[in-house]
């Protein structure tokens, strides 16, 4: 991240950020009618993926299903451990790996990346980003990316707070609209093209 960048400048060391690179769909993402439920998707032996899906199941979906109380959560993922395994249950599922995972992001309203701790640029919502699903994530979540709330995604920190963002993508089209639009346009800053120009010049004034 930039900020990161920041600190190894000041050893005196030529620094350039390179940020992770995703493919821009090119079709047009599936409607808000034709979509429900939530997604979320990780590696679950990595620690920052346990502490977010424990912390969304126990302490964020408890606040959703008071208002929606037949609302669906998916946990995506490789490696579930029995503690993820163990949270399955009538409105909450755990596939396991799963080899193509963009039809699962083409079915659900919202992806919710309730991080609290990791570093680096979040593949799983630059992921969701580029297809064009909504993103409720964390400040930790939404690192290296220059989003901003409201716009790109919903970012906050507090279970309240994020499960007020879920139920305002959950029931206003508009919104979903709004920013389903603009986070597929915001990542073309991190398209294959886009990146390989920014390496060429990093490339070419380095010589």
Avoid at 90 to 98: A, C, D, L, S
Avoid at 108 to 130: D, E, H, I, N, T
Avoid at 132 to 153: F, S
Wanted: with cysteine.
């Amino acid at each position: 991240t930039n900020e990161k960048a920041e600190i190894v400048e000041s050893w005196n060391c030529p620094v350039h950020v390179v940020p992770n690179v995703h493919i821009p769909r090119t079709d047009s993402p599936p409607p808000f009618e034709e979509r429900n439920g939530l997604l979320f998707i990780g590696s679950y032996l990595h620690p920052p993926n346990m502490d977010a899906v424990n912390w969304l199941c126990r302490e964020i979906m408890p606040i959703l299903w008071q208002k929606n109380p037949e609302l669906e959560l998916t946990l995506l993922g490789s490696n579930p451990t029995p503690e993820v395994k163990e949270l399955a249950g009538e409105k909450i599922f755990v596939p396991g790996f799963i080899q193509n995972v963009e039809p699962y992001f083409d079915k659900a309203r919202v992806f919710v990346a309730p991080l609290r701790y990791g570093a680096g640029m979040k593949a799983k919502v630059g992921q969701s980003m580029s297809l064009g699903l909504p993103v409720v994530t964390t400040p930790i979540g939404a690192e290296g990316m220059n989003l901003k709330n409201g716009k790109h995604a919903f970012i906050r920190e507090d279970p309240a707070g994020i499960a007020d963002n879920i139920n305002t993508l959950l029931a206003d089209k508009e919104k979903w609209n709004e920013l389903s639009e603009f986070a597929s346009r915001h990542m073309g800053e991190f398209s294959p093209e886009k990146i390989s120009v920014n390496i060429k010049d990093i490339l070419k004034n380095s010589l």
